[in-house]
């Protein structure tokens, strides 16, 4: 980003950010908790899944894990598919709340972070050779992956009650 400073890198990639959580959070309004648990692709992922994904696969993986390398966060990551599994008993606005805290902690660490930061740790084990280096690197990818996520439950929202997040007419 030529001829800005890093101050207001990090201020627009924030914003474009935070339009995707919002994205996120406002095209699952509404929506009954027994429709949030209710898979509607073949795969047999459902709407409160990939929030909880994002939750832990995404928001604190990225920024926890690898940006701050926090030993109980790494310690306490998910494998596998985990993150995508909600158990029953686990109430559906948990989740979402889960969703919004981690965003919160997310935010602070961005806060605190140069933007050409190099990351604590890094995956090895899942992704061999860093191909992320720096939190701007990361929030770039956080950004790409959130906005995937968001698609995705656009076209779940649709199948289960018509309803579309933008239409452009």
Do not use: K, N
Request: net charge negative.
């Amino acid at each position: 980003m030529s001829g800005t400073t890093p101050g207001s890198e990090i201020t627009a990639l924030l914003r474009v950010l935070h339009g995707q959580r919002r994205h996120v959070l406002g095209i699952l309004d509404g929506l009954a908790p027994g429709a949030l648990r209710r898979p509607v692709l073949p795969s047999g992922w459902h709407c409160l899944g990939l929030v909880q994904h994002l939750t832990l696969d995404v928001e604190r993986f990225w920024f926890r894990a690898v940006v701050t390398g926090d030993e109980e966060t790494i310690l306490g990551l998910t494998s596998g598919d985990e993150a995508w599994q909600v158990a029953p008993e686990v109430r559906a606005a948990d989740v979402l709340d889960r969703y919004r805290q981690e965003t919160e902690l997310a935010d602070a660490v961005i806060a605190t972070t140069p933007v050409d930061a190099t990351l604590a740790w890094w995956p090895h084990d899942l992704f061999g050779e860093p191909h992320l280096h720096t939190l701007r690197d990361v929030l770039l990818h956080v950004i790409t992956e959130t906005a995937c996520h968001a698609g995705h439950l656009d076209a779940a929202r649709e199948l289960i009650d018509g309803r579309r997040w933008l239409v452009l007419t």
